[in-house]
């Protein structure tokens, strides 16, 4: 007899598999300090390190798409799971491994891990859901990777102040990777609703229409739109007079909450509404964080987390709801070219700080003057990538209303 598919399995344990990336990424990072010193790396090598989770996650991301039709989610999970688990042992052991090599490595490891999980689980929990609860529980599912930002954040901190070692850490990661593989244990995984999405010839077919080479291109802009300012918040808000820390721990809870209760938000605005109301909102929290300083720059976070809140799922959704026929691989190809776009624009950016800061020293200004001054200029340039969104947006808003597309898809 054929077993049932449990959705409600599957998408907690596609959960705790976010939890794991999100651990990787906020653990990490809480450490990487101890695994300077440790192992006596420069901050390039420390750089180059943190790289390799950028690129092993869009590799097999892209990877996990061409081939998820073929072999299925159930050993694309296999696969995360395994790598996940090297890579933590490897990085725990890394002493006995090579050392900087080591961490390499297992970094990569890691990275292909997460980007397994993204490949395996988004059409997943498209194949279990419909319509706009679709889009409500892909919301429900990215919630987890600030959610376990912030969680992983707040552990590894906590650790570090009671003095327990790095690999202590580390092995925090293998918690809900465990978890994640208990749940995949044995169950039966939903076969794609869509006739022809199976097919990799329908799926490129469907890549090359208008629409999706739209939501292709915009997708570069609203991944670092989020993930930009993010990055490089502790070091350009260090001298205005709030917490950095404080700051990215509010955005990325505020992304948290405002995932899990999405639903009410997509039925009133649908995906066209909530892209151009993010992109709105995004540019003016990006323009407020590059202007106020002291206390106000809470509340300029906190509008620029509800600009960037929705825009990853909500992008990944839009594929998997307008362009059914692109599958897996089209869904994997957006969030891949997000991954891309955040490792392409960080040096770029880096490079924008460089030539401010330099613009602003010639200008007389010193110290921590310098230092916000300078980090203010960048983020009013980095106001320019959703500003772009806010024309784009408004574009395929009223392209799709006109058309009465979103309106016969909302009403599912």
């Keep these: 007899m054929t077993q049932s598919v ?33 192992f006596n790396l420069t901050a390039a090598q420390l750089g180059f390190i943190n790289s390799m989770a950028f690129l092993g996650m869009p590799l097999s991301m892209i990877i996990g798409g061409l081939v998820y039709h073929t ?31 080591g961490l390499l490595v297992s970094t ?83 076969k794609p609703h869509i006739a022809g999405v199976t097919s990799i010839g329908e799926n490129l077919k469907a890549m ?22 993010q990055q490089w918040t502790s070091l350009i808000l260090s001298k ?10 509010l955005v990325t809870g505020l992304m948290a909450v405002t995932r899990f209760f999405a639903a009410p938000i997509v039925k009133t605005l649908g995906s066209t509404g909530i892209l151009l109301g993010s992109a709105i909102l995004a540019t003016l929290g990006i323009y407020l964080l590059s202007t106020v300083t002291g206390p106000t720059a809470y509340l300029a976070a906190v509008v620029f987390a509800f600009g960037v809140a929705l825009f990853w799922p909500t992008m990944i959704g839009f594929v998997a709801q307008y362009v059914p026929l692109s599958g897996a691989l089209g869904m994997s190809i957006v969030g891949g070219v997000g991954m891309f776009s955040t490792a ?59 058309s009465k597309v979103e309106a016969a898809a909302t009403a599912h």
Aim: aromatic content about 14%; overall charge neutral.
């Design 71 to 101: 072999i299925g989610p159930k050993i694309i999970m296999q696969v995360a799971f395994f790598c996940h688990a090297v890579g933590i042992i490897m990085t725990i052991y890394a002493g006995a491994v090579g050392g900087y090599v």
């Design 208 to 229: 090359f229409s208008p629409l999706f080479i739209f939501i292709f291109l915009c997708m570069a802009l609203t991944a670092i739109s989020e993930f930009g300012p």
């Design 6 to 38: 449990n959705s409600s399995r599957l998408f907690n344990a596609s959960c705790f598999a976010l939890i794991t990336t999100a651990f990787s990424f906020s653990i990490r990072a809480g450490i990487l300090a101890q695994l300077g010193t440790e």
């Design 240 to 249: 205005s007079g709030a917490n950095p820390m404080l700051i990215l721990a």
């Design 344 to 402: 392409i624009f960080q040096p770029i950016i880096g490079g924008w700080i460089d030539a401010d800061t330099a613009e602003k020293a010639a200008q007389g200004l010193t110290g921590d003057e310098l230092a916000l001054a300078a980090g203010q200029a960048t983020l009013s340039t980095m106001a320019a990538f959703p500003g772009i969104l806010i024309v784009a947006f408004a574009f395929l808003y009223f392209w799709m209303r006109g």
């Design 108 to 190: 990569f490891f890691i990275g292909i891990g997460n980007g397994c999980t993204e490949a395996a689980c988004n059409p997943m929990i498209a194949d279990s859901y419909s319509g706009l609860q679709m889009s409500k529980m892909l919301n429900r599912f990215h919630m987890w990777f600030p959610g376990g930002i912030v969680v992983g954040a707040v552990l590894s901190k906590f650790m570090t102040d009671a003095n327990l070692g790095w690999q202590a850490q580390i092995w925090v990661i293998m918690i809900p990777t465990i978890i994640y593989a208990v749940l995949f244990f044995g169950q039966t995984f939903p």
